[in-house]
């Protein structure tokens, strides 16, 4: 399983660090974020590969980055100038199959951007 943590309330332009935390080996591992706002569909945020390469949804226009430690066995998302629309649940997620879709989700944590 995956145990996210970091999420809270900010301030407009304000900024956050999300960590996603696997209880088993990442090595190898793609791993990423999506997150889902009150009625709306989930949405891609952030992807990492194996060797590090990072993929980015087009609403995060760089503000967001994605790291990872295999050493630590955590993925991290840094976010910055956050805006009220970026205010959702986010979603850590792994594929250790690595047949190409995410076979385990953390439990989610809650970003909300406010004044």
């Known amino acids: 399983p995956l145990v996210e943590s970091g999420g809270g309330v900010v301030e407009p332009g304000g900024s956050l660090e999300l960590a996603c935390t696997a209880t088993?080996?990442?090595?190898?591992?793609?791993m990423g974020w999506y997150r889902q706002a009150p009625g709306k569909q989930r949405e891609f945020v952030a992807r990492?590969?194996?060797?590090?390469?990072?993929d980015y949804g087009d609403f995060v226009k760089g503000r967001f980055t994605i790291d990872r430690s295999n050493a630590a066995r955590t993925v991290t998302l840094q976010m910055g100038n956050l805006q009220p629309q970026d205010t959702a649940v986010y979603y850590c997620?792994?594929?250790?199959?690595?047949?190409?879709?995410?076979?385990?989700w953390g439990q989610g944590t809650q970003v909300t951007v406010s004044e």
């Open positions: 990492i590969s194996r060797s590090g390469q990072a």
């Open positions: 997620y792994a594929d250790f199959a690595m047949g190409g879709a995410a076979d385990a």
């Open positions: 088993r080996s990442i090595v190898g591992v793609v």
